[in-house]
């Protein structure tokens, strides 16, 4: 069986930095567009007494378009898979980690069963249930304006870049991520998520007749 992958959607010039550093970043929830979100940390933060919560979110899903289209939706936008246990592993029980899958609640829920203050980290609207989002969270009683997670090539399945980009233009973001050092032999590939011509050529078989998907 192969291994499940976590995935990061995020632009060029971050990808660049994780690779010529071989970290990750955690930073500070409170640049989040979610508001409800980024106040529920901010409000585990005042109540456990700590001076930083910082935090890095991953899909635990299949490629999606709305993945890109939110989190990586322009000619930079690339998808970085990264094996899902190996990551779980690296964060394991190191001190100030935690880590879990997100829990999307509606609010008469949470209205009828106030959450606990640990929980507070990994609760988030039911709008954002399709995100099926994984989440590592860095806390401190020391000021700290970032955190990482070292990473090493072997726990890259490979880099996907966003399906907008050009073929040309492609090719030479491929050949920039190649250049990082260590990471010469990575898989890159461009996403077919809005294109794909296996799919196309199902649609050319198309035979008469009565509907036959989904019987």
């Not at 829920?109 to 959450?115: E, H, Q």
Request: aromatic share 12%.
């Amino acid at each position: 069986m192969s291994e499940s992958q976590f995935r990061r959607y995020t632009t060029l010039p971050y990808l660049l930095d994780i690779l010529q550093t071989n970290k990750i970043p955690l930073l500070d929830p409170a640049r989040w567009e979610d508001k409800n979100d980024s106040r529920y940390l901010k409000i585990f933060k005042g109540k456990k007494g700590l001076k930083s919560v910082l935090a890095i979110c991953f899909a635990d899903a299949p490629e999606t378009y709305p993945h890109w289209k939110i989190y990586a939706g322009n000619s930079s936008g690339v998808c970085i898979e990264f094996y899902k246990e190996r990551i779980i592993h690296k964060v394991g029980t190191k001190k100030g980690f935690v880590q879990g899958s997100i829990k999307y609640a509606l609010l008469e829920t949470l209205r009828n069963k106030t959450p606990a203050i640990d929980d507070l980290p990994f609760i988030k609207r039911f709008a954002y249930l399709d995100e099926k989002e994984y989440r590592i969270i860095f806390t401190s009683k020391e000021e700290k304006d970032i955190e990482y997670i070292y990473i090493d090539p072997e726990d890259v399945k490979e880099i996907v870049i966003n399906p907008w980009v050009e073929p040309p233009v492609y090719q030479s973001m491929k050949n920039a991520i190649t250049k990082a050092k260590g990471w010469e032999k990575v898989k890159i590939r461009r996403s077919t998520v809005t294109k794909n011509d296996a799919w196309g050529k199902i649609g050319e078989k198309a035979v008469k007749g009565e509907r036959r998907y989904g019987r």
